[in-house]
């Protein structure tokens, strides 16, 4: 089992990450001084195929888990579904009982349950034991947590901590191979940004590869983790444009997820990936990016089976959404450019015209 700190003070918490470590998830909340009740929060299928061992691994650390499912959908990430998941935490509650919150699923059920611990008594603890690479690698790591408008992505939320990220690689086994490919996207992702031998290890292999070389997967995962982490530890709460870095492919991303109304059309990777085309493109164009480095992204994404194109998407509705998004700044959107595989800038001065013809080759190909 690898060990991964996030240094921050009083809210240091570790992640822990290995094959079959699972079991002991009662004992390392118990280290980490979680006395009361857990609550543990998931999905239906999360819970068929793991939640008897999640119990099991609770019970024999002394404790007496209470369960709530969510619906596994990005719809479950909204204002109704998290008023429902704090009325439930209150019907448990009752003096001496300390609640805290177990989050057992994917980045619906961290983000989601997360906001929920930061809201619930002005905040409770909380632990992340994300199931899918995705959450793995991004989602479950960094305190960000929130749920959707109609009008965009996450646009309510708060930076809260856990007390535990443990990642157990036994969970991807049963992952279906579409969520292990928009986990890659994550991944790629942290390459290009900040470690070029983790870009470098992707180029070498394929999802299927990958997915049975199991010290090779300890180490791209461990590789993308510490990447995240570093960027959280010297940039929390995203005030001197280091944490805006992990953003790279998501101001486009966001608005494709929001332009299809968050329906399962693509999957947050998914739309990840297509963001880090634009993003990559656009660099090109201002003569940022070389050209080999620009193809060698889209080769890697390809490569990992991940999308290139979106056909059918709307200009208006894109526009739309980037004009809602977070990462907006000096009445521009706020664009991760790479320089070169493992470097990154942001930037707002993003000429339009220039944004424009690179959504236009994007979405004609």
Not at 45 to 55: E, I, S
Not at 105 to 115: F, H, I, K, R, S
Not at 192 to 197: K, P, T
Not at 291 to 320: F, Y
Request: net charge positive.
């Amino acid at each position: 089992m690898k060990k991964i700190s996030v240094d921050l003070g009083e809210r240091r918490y570790d992640i822990l990450v290995g094959t079959g470590i699972l079991k002991g998830l009662g004992r390392e909340l118990r280290r980490r001084g979680m006395g009361g009740r857990p609550v543990v929060i998931s999905n239906a299928t999360v819970l068929k195929r793991h939640g008897a061992a999640v119990k099991r691994a609770l019970v024999s650390a002394g404790y007496a888990p209470a369960v709530l499912t969510v619906a596994d959908s990005e719809t479950s990430k909204s204002l109704p579904t998290l008023c429902r998941l704090l009325d439930r935490l209150a019907e448990l509650d009752r003096p001496g009982r300390r609640l805290f919150l177990v989050l057992l699923g994917g980045g619906v059920v961290g983000d989601l349950g997360g906001l929920a611990a930061g809201l619930y008594r002005r905040g409770i603890r909380y632990a992340q034991v994300p199931t899918t690479l995705l959450a793995q690698v991004d989602s479950s790591i960094g305190g960000k947590t929130a749920v959707d408008l109609p009008h965009g992505k996450n646009l309510v939320g708060l930076i809260y901590q856990p007390r535990l990220v443990l990642i157990d690689l036994a969970f991807l086994r049963t992952l279906p191979d579409r969520q292990f490919r928009s986990g890659l996207a994550e991944v790629i992702k942290c390459g290009v940004i900040a470690d070029e031998r983790l870009f470098r290890l992707l180029e070498r292999t394929t999802p299927e590869k990958l997915r049975r070389d199991e010290p090779l997967l300890r180490e791209v995962i461990s590789r993308a983790v510490r990447v995240k982490a570093a960027v959280v530890e010297k940039d929390e709460r995203e005030t001197k444009n280091l944490r805006t870095l992990l953003n790279f492919g998501h101001t486009f991303g966001h608005a494709v997820e929001a332009a299809v109304g968050f329906r399962r059309a693509f999957t947050h990777g998914e739309a990840v990936a297509l963001g880090m085309q634009v993003a990559s493109d656009l660099s090109r164009r201002m003569g940022r990016m070389r050209e080999r480095d620009h193809r060698r992204l889209m080769e890697l994404i390809r490569r990992m089976g991940l999308p290139v194109r979106a056909p059918g998407l709307s200009p208006v509705k894109l526009r739309r959404a980037m004009a809602h998004d977070k990462k907006w700044g000096k009445g521009k959107n706020r664009w991760v450019l790479p320089d070169r595989i493992g470097r990154c800038v942001v930037r707002d001065a993003v000429p339009e015209e220039t944004v424009r013809l690179a959504i236009k080759n994007f979405l004609e190909g």
